[in-house]
């Protein structure tokens, strides 16, 4: 039998492996400037978490979780999505007991059934950011902001950022019985999702590419939102005027789960064809108290890191050049072979970055390997002396014997420096 990787899912290998970290140490530092903490939490939750959480209606829910019974038949669901479950912590652990705002974020793979297709996978990753606390306008603009200084980190051009007001509970009720009195007329000629929708998700049928031509002609919910939902919204776009971002309205975002409401946003690029979401979020002053714990307001987002990777490897391939570090140490005679294995111990517990060979190669073809793998020196040692050869310059210094540890301390000291 052939083993592979189940469809839609793949493996992460160097150098790919490499830049996602270096993509995700700048996420983390983001972050934490924004005063976001990190949190860990299971890869499966019971299933009722996301029926109730993200909605019984929704698409995720209704045919893209992989749902199973255990061994004593408990339903279990692997993670579509990270709110839900920081949701389900936060009640849980109490922390709905505090009155300060509480910043949080995460990273980690996300699993939905989904048509495999270039850029979106069965897993994917997720790095989402979650303030729980606080129903002020500010906060929406302090998550649109860390999600522009996000994109922004990585000197990625030309995105947008997207947003739109979906209202509370009562305006948004009103438009949808609106907006099915109008499509009850003409629902017939729209495709066979929106038919389905009408009903059971009115608002996704705002967001149908297919019937985007007829749904541009049926009225806004930022003009039918009550007298809060409104004040609020005219607040976030105010404060998003004073950090000088720039956005446009987008009637049609609607973001696909139920427990948003009021601000929506997202932040799309061109990058991966025809403006593609690398990221989206909202506010959720319902989602912990539909799970069961005091009415705590909470704003997010969440981004698609393999697409962001996509991005930023598309716009700048050289990100991936890892700068060179470190040393590799060889012999061409086999009795030496002890000293160099004991000299890049040494060097290692000193800090540095060191390799030797295991096996009988050539010095060339070690040489070649060293500069592949990013060496910054090769060093030879030989029965009367030492070779160091810079891989980056490829100038090339010749030691005495005795000058062995002055040739380690100056290697060992490039090591603390980078
Ligand atoms: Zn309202
Ligand atoms: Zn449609």
Known sequence: MEYRAPRGTRDILPPESEGWEIILSKLRVRAEEYGYKKVIFPTFEHTELFKRGIGEDTDIVQKEMYTFQDRKGRWLTLRPEGTASLARLFVEKGIDNFNGVSKFYYFGSMFRYERPQAGRFREF??????????????????????????VDSFNI?????YINSIGCSECRTRYIFKLRDLLKQEITSYCEDCQRRSITNTLRVLDCKVDKHRTNKLPVLTDNLCHSCSQH???????????????????????????????????????????TSILGGGRYDLLISCLGGKETPGVGFALGFDRLYQVVYSNNPEFLNIPRKGVYISSPETNLWEKVFKMTFDLRSRG??????????????????????HFEYFLTIFEKDIVLKNLTTGEEKVYENEEEEKVLALLSSKGAKS
């Open 157 to 161: 051009k030309d995105y947008l950022i």
């Open 352 to 373: 540095l970055k060191a390799e030797c060979n295991y096996q009988n190669r050539s010095l060339k073809s070690q040489v070649k390997t060293a500069d592949k793998e």
């Open 125 to 150: 990753y997720q790095f989402g950011v979650e303030a729980l606390g606080s129903d002020s306008p500010y906060l929406d603009v302090e998550l649109i902001s860390l999600s522009k200084d996000t």
């Open 233 to 275: 919204y005219n607040e976030v776009k105010k404060g998003l005027q004073t950090l000088k971002i720039n956005w446009q309205e987008n009637h049609n975002l609607v973001r696909g789960f139920d427990y948003y409401n009021r601000t929506v946003f997202e932040l799309v690029t061109p990058h991966l064809g025809e403006n």
